[in-house]
T-cell receptor, first 116, second 114 residues
């Protein structure tokens, strides 16, 4: 049962344009969401996060939006740069009864390619 | 800080052989996680430790998989016997309890079982 889903395996964008990566989740007990970025032959690195009490978090060119009613989050990259080409994973933290389980559930990843 | 260290970076073995993957977490981190990455399922959590104690091993696929953390600076993931479907990239990650969500990943071990 895939509780965190990234339905687009890949996305191709022109340099300077906006990249929008999407993520859906099924468990309403997730209380914190993160995006990780992964280059080939490297481990994922943390990019940006958002608490479930917020609907938007911005960090430079990166903005994450959370729609709790739709159980959907998205990552916007504006403007996109060739160096942003990587695999992007969304992840969710489970909190049940006020206790964080301390583990993340990841989606399958979306390969972003930004063309010069 | 050197970050999370994993070894070997690449492993090629034959079906039936024992495989041992190693991880050194970031010093001071008290949580350690083992993940497996495949194209079909993305990043799957296999097991995680808190203060060297296994907390949740529900993601370990079969009894052929085992993990240990004998001390705060070392963990192993063992597959015995290995099978071709175990071929994947295995990541180790660690985090500090005060930073409850962000995990720091190692570079991964790419395993190929022939």
């Amino acid at each position: 049962d895939q509780q965190v889903k990234q339905n687009s395996p890949s996305l191709s964008v022109q340099e300077g344009r906006i990249s929008i990566l999407n993520c859906d989740y099924t468990n309403s007990m997730f209380d914190y969401f993160l995006w990780y970025k992964k280059y080939p032959a490297e481990g994922p690195t943390f990019l940006i996060s958002i608490s479930s009490i917020k609907d938007k978090n911005e960090d430079g060119r990166f903005t994450v939006f959370l729609n709790k009613s739709a159980k959907h989050l998205s990552l916007h990259i504006v403007p996109s740069q060739p160096g942003d080409s990587a695999v992007y994973f969304c992840a969710a933290n489970l909190n049940a009864g006020g206790t964080s389980y301390g583990k993340l559930t990841f989606g399958q990843g979306t390969i972003l390619t930004v063309h010069p | 800080d050197a970050g999370v260290i994993q070894s070997p970076r690449h492993e090629v073995t034959e079906m039936g052989q024992e495989v041992t993957l190693r991880c050194k977490p970031i010093s001071g981190h008290d949580y350690l996680f083992w993940y497996r990455q495949t194209m079909m399922r993305g990043l799957e959590l296999l097991i995680y430790f808190n203060n060297n104690v296994p907390i949740d091993d529900s993601g370990m696929p079969e009894d052929r998989f085992s993990a240990k953390m004998p001390n705060a600076s070392f963990s192993t993931l063992k597959i015995q016997p290995s099978e071709p479907r175990d071929s994947a990239v295995y990541f180790c990650a660690s985090r500090f309890r005060q930073n409850q969500e962000t995990q720091y990943f190692g570079p991964g071990t790419r395993l190929l079982v022939l």
